[in-house]
């Protein structure tokens, strides 16, 4: 989550850098209108396997290759978000901009041991009792809608801020369910018993069948969801500075996303109540396709997916959940070697949920052209991954590009990298003398 936008920092003159620091000002001298959907866009995952540890080419799968490749927990982190409405304009000591994106993070983590049973299937637990462990998961997903505002306040300093008014749309929140395998003495049942409970909040209607005991959600949209409703509202707030002692030197600090949301609206309490259930008259094994009792893993999945629906009780949320964003503090420094090129570092740390992120960057820009820009960086992760990155902006009389990534491998060779992400955006430029 430390990469989401920071690699726009190291773009001289791009409008989006106040992603990462709203104290920094439009210096393309013109009216910044965003390309619809295409104005900033940017995607991250960061897994502790590369993809293709589970995928293959062909997108076949293999969860023996894919256990194999896990240590003692898996983990997993993703991160999207699209710029739906951008503009930015500089006026005086003043730059005001406004922006409204669509934004959405989760993350995952489980024991080993849960893909085992996976990998297996029922047949080989019949008979035991076996402690599987725990999963986590989260997903959040919200649409923010940010007016900003930098001035300069003399000539070597410049401030920003901008506020957000947030709103909920999906929110789903497990911590550390508990699975486990029970066998009783006769050995003609196995029971798969999850333990735990989990929060949902979104877009749907919750139906009881009080007969079976058997809960379903079925979609709730309305025209209004595609517009600003006042419910599960949140707030949060980017602050930003810019310090520059000379012509050649700049320091900049920024603290962004800074707030949270609350999640009431069609919002559920849910919790595994009952274990499913295995006969020993329908035992399947899912790790030798030419052998008895096979079924292949992915079916073995959606059967329990249909069976979630039997085993929970679902109750309306009788209180607000509030959840948090994942802040991020950067810090910053750049220094103009000539008048084409400049180095810098950035540090980049990510506080969510009691966890901390670090993304450390060197980094080189330089122009080729007066119009064309590239820039490389290293980007040293949590002090343990080291991530080569590149960037390349184009800025002409009507309309500027720009592209930037932290991994190159991660953007060349998806599958077989723990780290990947890509930020890009279209900007039209428009005078306004």
Not at 16 to 27: D, G, K, L, R, Y
Not at 149 to 158: A, F, R, V, Y
Not at 293 to 305: I, S, V
Not at 314 to 336: C, G, Q, T, W
Request: net charge neutral.
């Amino acid at each position: 989550m430390a990469q989401e936008t920071a690699a726009l920092y190291h773009f001289s003159g791009l409008p989006q850098s106040a992603f990462v620091n709203p104290a920094i000002h439009n210096t393309t001298g013109k009216l910044v209108i965003g390309m619809p959907l295409f104005s900033g866009v940017y995607g991250t995952w960061n897994s502790s396997v590369p993809l293709n540890s589970l995928f293959s080419r062909g997108f076949s799968y293999s969860f023996s290759r894919f256990y194999n490749a896990l240590g003692e927990q898996g983990s997993a982190r993703a991160n999207a978000g699209v710029t739906v409405f951008y503009a930015s304009l500089k006026h005086q000591d003043y730059t005001f901009s406004l922006s409204v994106s669509e934004r959405g993070f989760g993350a995952g983590q489980f024991d080993r041991e849960i893909v085992r049973f996976i990998r297996d299937g029922t047949l080989e637990f019949f008979g035991k009792n076996e402690d599987l462990g725990t999963a986590s998961f989260f997903f959040r997903h919200y649409r923010e809608l940010a007016p900003g505002i930098s001035k300069q306040i003399w000539e070597g300093l410049d401030i920003g801020i901008r506020p957000k008014v947030l709103f909920g749309k999906l929110n789903f929140e497990m911590e550390e369910m508990h699975l486990s395998v029970e066998s009783p003495g006769d050995n003609d049942k196995m029971f798969l018993k999850p333990e735990g409970s989990f929060k949902l909040s979104g877009p749907f209607n919750h139906k009881l069948d009080t007969v079976f005991r058997f809960s379903s959600f079925t979609a709730g949209v309305s025209p209004g969801d595609y517009f600003f409703q006042l419910r599960n509202l949140g707030v949060g707030v980017d602050f930003g500075m810019v310090y520059r002692p000379n012509k050649f030197a700049e320091w900049s600090f920024s603290i962004t996303d800074a707030g949270l949301i609350g999640f009431r609206h069609n919002s559920f309490d849910t919790e595994f109540t009952r274990p499913v259930i295995y006969s020993e008259n329908r035992p399947y094994q899912s790790h030798a396709p030419d052998e008895d009792f096979y079924l292949e893993p992915r079916e073995a999945l959606k059967a329990f997916g249909d069976s979630v629906s039997y085993i929970i009780d679902v109750n309306d949320a009788e209180k607000r959940n509030y959840s948090a964003l994942p802040m991020k503090i950067h810090a910053a420094a750049k220094f103009r070697f000539s008048e084409n090129t400049t180095l810098g570092a950035s540090n980049q740390v990510t506080l969510f949920s009691n966890k901390t992120q670090n993304s450390f960057t060197p980094f080189v820009e330089t122009f080729f052209f007066p119009n064309l820009g590239m820039y490389g960086s290293l980007t040293l992760m949590n002090f343990s991954a080291v991530l080569p990155g590149f960037g390349l902006t184009y800025t002409g009389d009507f309309l500027q590009f720009y592209l930037a990534g932290n991994n190159i491998s991660g953007i060349f060779q998806p599958a077989s990298a723990k780290h990947v992400n890509l930020c890009l955006g279209i900007n039209f430029l428009f005078k306004t003398k």
